[in-house]
């Protein structure tokens, strides 16, 4: 079913590179916004000019409550969690989770609880299991999830994690990435409403209002530390990011290799 307009992507070592394959192949005025998390350090990032010039959708980062628009791509700011909520980005400092700041998971469980089956999500290179049990929250909503190939990643421990702990839609290399984007983001086939126009130049619309997809309690634990849950929606607690998963799969260690799931990419139909 088309209509996915929320893509969430999360990344680590050597994401930069696979961010930057990523973006280039997307076209302009593109019916969907894209929300990226990357591991990085405190200091500055220069993460959304390097995607600025690398493609045909503008990139930045956002400020705590700028409202979600398609055609945009949306980079969590050093030092901060970024999660979804009422159709706009939410940013707040919180307790590292998955030893991150930002933390991929925080934003897959929370766009899974706002937009349920309109998100796909990816989960491209990096170290240990970030973005997971948060793949895994969104499949539970109906979205779609999407890994690349751990035999392509500078970093293949993350892919890894996520295809053994998430019932993956799509393994493939970056390559083939687009034109599953592009099937996926067609105008929806009932799901959603139509994108409301503005009257701002250009492609950007603000996307249909989310409605709540959450499945799972509202209680939050109170814990602190690597493991415990970032700032996040209140309908997506620390139970999700570890349902299916091995809790202690955090810890630094040689994760042994999952099957490897290919499919290719269904055709996009010509305009």
Known sequence: ???HDIIVVGASTGGVDALV??????PAGMDAAMLIVLHVGTGVSRLADILNRAGKLPAG?????????????YVAPPDLHMTVEGGRVRLAHGDKENFSRPAIDPLFRSSAAAYGPRVVGIVLTGKLQDGSAGLLAIKQGGGIAIVQDPA???????PQRAIACAPVDHVCPLAEMSALLLHYGRP???????????????????????????????????SAGPHAPGPVS????ASVRTAGCDPDASAPQSPAPAPVRHSAPPPVPAA
Not at 61 to 73: C, F, N, T
Not at 234 to 237: L, N
């Open 61 to 73: 980062q956002p400020a705590d409550g700028e409202e979600i628009l398609a055609g945009h791509i």
């Open 152 to 158: 392509e990643a500078v970093a293949p421990s993350m």
């Open 188 to 222: 929806p086939d009932g799901l959603n409403p139509p994108l409301r126009s503005t009257p701002c130049a250009g492609s950007s619309s603000p996307l249909p209002a989310p409605r709540s997809y959450a499945r799972f309690p509202a209680k939050l634990p109170s």
């Open 234 to 237: 209140p309908h997506c607690p």
């Open 21 to 26: 394959r990523l973006v280039a192949q997307l």
């Open 1 to 3: 079913m088309a209509g």
